[in-house]
């Protein structure tokens, strides 16, 4: 079988030589078995961009019936400061997520929708929501469509509220000056994951895909 990932910088793969930052879907192979992931998720890309740029099409020249397509987007979709990459969640992020959909199914391969995960943001000793209506509009989305979803951004945020404010920092990239030569200055990133968040939130979609009876 294979798995298909759609998604943005938090799906996607990242050379270990370069950088600490690891996508989810980078390691969701690790947790399976008898699956190959196809990562098409790419750093900076919006549902609209994603397809503007024709990242779907490998899906319509390789997938097999019985493949799978996951369906990540939310964290360049609602950024309003960048009108090349936004979609309002109730207007062409919903479009585009049934554009995935209906391209999925063309070809026999099975469409799943994942909410995004969840950012680090703390504030006054509580984790705060993020996203917005997104996640809600994939829900919707999933059932109309009927589709299954993934809610990784609740997952995701059990999992980051539970480790608490300082704990939370090793799964994103959170690094002190001199701790990694690549990063001098260090770096305060509540959005992109290092090797440990992957891992995590990796595990926690491949759980829910055994769950479903799609994968080993």
């Known amino acids: 079988m294979q798995i298909f990932i759609c998604g943005d910088s938090t799906a996607a793969s990242y050379n270990p030589a370069e950088t600490l930052m690891v996508g989810w879907g980078q390691l969701l192979e690790d947790f399976l ?3 190959s992931i196809v990562n098409l998720a790419m750093a900076g890309r919006s549902t609209k961009t994603f397809l503007q740029e024709g990242r779907l099409f490998p899906v319509g020249e390789q997938a097999r019936p019985g493949d799978l397509v996951l369906i990540q987007f939310a964290h360049n979709d609602e950024n309003e400061k960048k009108p090349e990459r936004y979609c309002d969640a109730h ?3 919903r479009e585009n997520l049934q554009v995935f959909i209906r391209y999925s199914r063309e070809y026999g391969a099975m469409p799943i929708l994942l909410t ?3 950012m680090r943001v703390w504030q006054d000793g509580r984790l705060q929501p993020t996203h917005g209506k997104y996640p809600a509009v994939m829900r919707q989305v999933a059932e109309e469509a009927g589709v299954s979803l993934i809610d990784l951004y609740t997952e995701s945020y059990r999992i ?3 480790l608490g404010e300082e704990g939370s920092k090793e799964l994103f990239m959170q690094l002190l ?3 990694d030569e ?3 200055e260090g770096l ?7 090797r440990a968040g992957a891992e995590r939130f990796a595990a926690a979609a491949a759980r829910e895909l055994k769950a479903m009876g799609l994968v080993r």
Do not use: K, L, M
């Open 160 to 162: 980051v509220e539970s």
């Open 182 to 184: 690549r990063y001098p």
């Open 116 to 118: 995004p995960i969840c």
């Open 177 to 179: 000056p001199g701790q």
């Open 33 to 35: 078995q008898e699956c």
């Open 188 to 194: 305060q990133d509540n959005a992109h994951t290092r």
């Open 91 to 93: 207007g062409a992020f």
